[in-house]
């Protein structure tokens, strides 16, 4: 009351109404929150981590109008061509509406997807396909359809960013068992799998071959998940994006593979990476599981249907050429050779000889990979030239763990990488965080 009172002396003793305009505006300023409630995001959207993959674009974009040039390994963005099968699929479009397609996608797609599976002896009907946009929305939609908020997943890290994102938005909880850059990133002791184990454990989610180690899992782990998934009767989620990046005499394992837990396999595709096609946005989500088809095709409906063009591309990607595919193959071989070993080559850095995908985890001797990838942007240039790398600590859901690591992808031809090589050897010399 004492402060209305004392408004009211003030508006007395004004000689004009800007006097009075004046009073009113201090007087709302100050006092707003006391007479309004300002909206507030969730608790979900302050849980939910930023990307370490793309946290540091504003950075880059500042670089870049330096006039620097950013050597980008810290995405799996292929600098390979689309497949032209692809782009004259799209070219040759010849209809008179750009229509929704079928919530779960288009039929001719999923047959063509199951012949595609069929290849590498994964046995499933179009039935048990369901199209997503990318297959980060398979992941989400089998998180909504699997788990309820409390349910936990076990998940091997280092582990793919986004896991955590969609595993907060379902309400779930990650319990991260974690592998060493000194063991090779190999898969821990089924005896940690277990200690994480408890009555609300409903899976395991793992990425095979694995983004951002590229370790390649063994049929002796394998074997081992499979017996822990039929112990205690739980999900087994299988993101195997790559799996046509085997750089082993080892055959590819897929969770279809696995014998007794056909129903508890939930699988994540996408065409992005084999295809360099990651803007068309297709993905798929495969199970023999009728429940959980049906719960996600609720979702699917809900978000209507997944990208008509990107599935055209799609369909007519499942065709490229064999010579294509050997070709890309090869190039990711001498990638990765000339990557590691240029690592390896720079004193205090380790990295082991990965196995699949495109990525690696390196060591590297610093303080903190965060302000260290930070740092090369903002403060860093040779020659005119930086890198930009993803911080590892991104891809642990526990803290401090990775912060003298980062995820490399082998994206740029051999010549950018020796260069970018080149470049980051020279920022560690000169880094003053270093170990």
């Given at each position: 009351?004492?402060?209305?009172?004392?408004?009211?002396?003030?508006?007395?003793?004004?000689?004009?109404?800007?006097?009075?305009?004046?009073?009113?505006?201090?007087?709302?300023?100050?006092?707003?929150?006391?007479?309004?409630?300002?909206?507030?995001?969730?608790?979900?959207?302050?849980?939910?981590?930023?990307?370490?993959?793309?946290?540091?674009?504003p950075?880059?974009?500042?670089?870049?109008?330096?006039?620097?040039?950013?050597?980008h390994?810290?995405?799996?963005?292929?600098?390979?061509?689309?497949?032209?099968?692809?782009?004259?699929?799209?070219?040759?479009?010849?209809?008179?509406?750009?229509?929704?397609?079928?919530?779960?996608g288009?039929?001719?797609?999923?047959?063509?997807?199951?012949?595609?599976?069929?290849?590498?002896?994964?046995?499933?009907?179009?039935?048990d396909?369901?199209?997503?946009?990318?297959?980060?929305?398979?992941?989400?939609?089998?998180?909504?359809?699997?788990?309820?908020?409390?349910d936990?997943?076990?998940?091997?890290?280092?582990?793919?960013?986004?896991?955590?994102?969609?595993?907060?938005?379902?309400?779930?909880?990650?319990?991260?068992?974690?592998?060493?850059?000194?063991?090779?990133?190999?898969?821990?002791?089924?005896?940690?799998?277990?200690?994480?184990?408890?009555?609300?454990?409903?899976?395991?989610?793992?990425?095979?071959?694995?983004?951002?180690?590229?370790?390649?899992?063994?049929?002796?782990?394998?074997?081992?998940?499979?017996?822990?998934?039929?112990?205690?009767?739980?999900?087994?989620?299988?993101?195997?994006?790559?799996?046509?990046?085997?750089?082993?005499?080892?055959?590819?394992?897929?969770?279809?593979?696995?014998?007794?837990?056909?129903?508890?396999?939930?699988?994540?595709?996408?065409?992005?990476?084999?295809?360099?096609?990651c803007?068309?946005?297709?993905?798929?989500?495969?199970?023999?599981?009728?429940?959980?088809?049906?719960?996600?095709?609720?979702?699917?409906?809900?978000?209507?249907?997944?990208?008509?063009?990107?599935?055209?591309?799609?369909?007519?990607?499942?065709?490229?050429?064999?010579?294509?595919?050997?070709?890309?193959?090869?190039?990711?071989?001498?990638?990765?050779?000339?990557?590691?070993?240029?690592?390896?080559?720079?004193?205090?850095?380790?990295?082991?000889?990965?196995?699949?995908a495109?990525?690696?985890?390196?060591?590297?001797?610093?303080?903190?990979?965060?302000?260290?990838?930070?740092?090369?942007?903002?403060?860093?240039?040779?020659?005119?030239?930086?890198?930009?790398?993803?911080?590892?600590?991104?891809?642990?859901?526990m803290?401090?763990?990775?912060?003298?690591?980062?995820?490399?992808?082998?994206?740029?031809?051999?010549?950018?990488?020796?260069?970018?090589?080149?470049?980051?050897?020279?920022?560690?010399?000169?880094?003053?965080?270093?170990?």
């Amino acid at each position: 009351m004492q402060t209305f009172a004392l408004l009211f002396y003030f508006f007395e003793k004004c000689c004009n109404i800007f006097e009075i305009e004046l009073i009113l505006w201090c007087f709302c300023s100050k006092f707003a929150k006391i007479f309004f409630v300002m909206p507030t995001t969730s608790e979900r959207g302050k849980l939910m981590p930023q990307s370490p993959i793309r946290k540091l674009v504003p950075l880059a974009d500042k670089a870049k109008e330096r006039g620097i040039k950013v050597y980008h390994l810290n995405i799996g963005q292929p600098d390979l061509l689309t497949p032209k099968v692809a782009l004259d699929a799209i070219h040759n479009i010849d209809r008179k509406i750009l229509e929704y397609s079928p919530s779960d996608g288009i039929k001719s797609l999923r047959v063509k997807l199951a012949e595609y599976y069929k290849r590498f002896k994964i046995d499933v009907t179009p039935q048990d396909i369901i199209v997503t946009s990318g297959g980060s929305e398979a992941v989400n939609f089998a998180f909504m359809s699997c788990l309820d908020p409390g349910d936990e997943i076990i998940v091997p890290e280092p582990a793919y960013a986004n896991y955590t994102a969609f595993a907060i938005s379902a309400g779930a909880v990650i319990r991260p068992v974690v592998s060493t850059i000194e063991e090779g990133f190999s898969l821990p002791k089924v005896e940690k799998f277990e200690e994480q184990i408890t009555q609300r454990t409903k899976g395991i989610l793992i990425c095979n071959p694995n983004n951002p180690t590229g370790y390649l899992y063994t049929r002796k782990e394998m074997n081992m998940i499979r017996d822990l998934v039929k112990k205690y009767d739980l999900y087994l989620f299988s993101d195997e994006v790559y799996r046509e990046f085997c750089y082993t005499g080892a055959p590819y394992i897929s969770a279809f593979h696995l014998n007794g837990i056909e129903d508890n396999v939930v699988l994540f595709d996408s065409v992005s990476k084999r295809y360099s096609e990651c803007g068309i946005r297709v993905g798929a989500l495969v199970t023999k599981n009728k429940a959980v088809k049906e719960s996600v095709m609720k979702f699917c409906q809900a978000r209507l249907s997944p990208p008509l063009i990107g599935q055209i591309a799609a369909e007519a990607s499942v065709d490229t050429p064999a010579d294509y595919m050997l070709e890309m193959y090869n190039e990711y071989v001498e990638r990765r050779k000339c990557l590691i070993d240029g690592l390896n080559r720079i004193p205090g850095v380790y990295s082991p000889v990965p196995m699949g995908a495109f990525y690696t985890v390196a060591k590297l001797p610093i303080d903190d990979s965060d302000k260290f990838c930070a740092w090369l942007l903002d403060e860093f240039e040779y020659e005119g030239q930086t890198v930009m790398l993803a911080p590892a600590s991104g891809f642990y859901t526990m803290n401090n763990v990775g912060r003298n690591e980062v995820r490399v992808a082998y994206v740029l031809e051999k010549e950018e990488l020796k260069k970018a090589l080149t470049v980051l050897e020279k920022a560690l010399e000169a880094y003053p965080g270093r170990k």
